[in-house]
């Protein structure tokens, strides 16, 4: 796996909050959120195209993941 999308995965278990849009709607990681996004979506193929599939569906399963523990804390305040 390369080691880029490897320091993401472990940063997003470090600094999730890094990964969350804030008020404004960004993120420090917009760039990486949505290539990964339109590419997994089938919008853009192009899309950090140098990464192998395996690795964004990986970079995105851990997004929905930080999605879902997010919902959650939304739900129970």
């Known amino acids: 796996?390369?080691?880029g999308v490897e320091i993401l995965l472990a940063r997003m278990d470090s600094n999730p909050e890094e990964?969350?849009?804030?008020?404004y709607g960004n993120s420090k990681w917009q760039w990486?959120?949505?290539g990964i996004g339109a590419r997994i979506a089938g919008k853009?193929?192009?899309a950090?195209?140098?990464l192998k599939t395996e690795e964004a569906q990986a970079l995105f399963d851990k997004l929905q993941e930080l999605r879902r523990d997010g919902f959650t804390?939304?739900?129970?305040?």
């Open 48 to 50: 950090l195209a140098y």
């Open 19 to 23: 990964f969350v849009r804030d008020v």
């Open 1 to 3: 796996m390369n080691q």
């Open 73 to 77: 804390k939304q739900v129970m305040a």
């Open 32 to 34: 990486v959120i949505e």
């Open 44 to 46: 853009d193929k192009a």
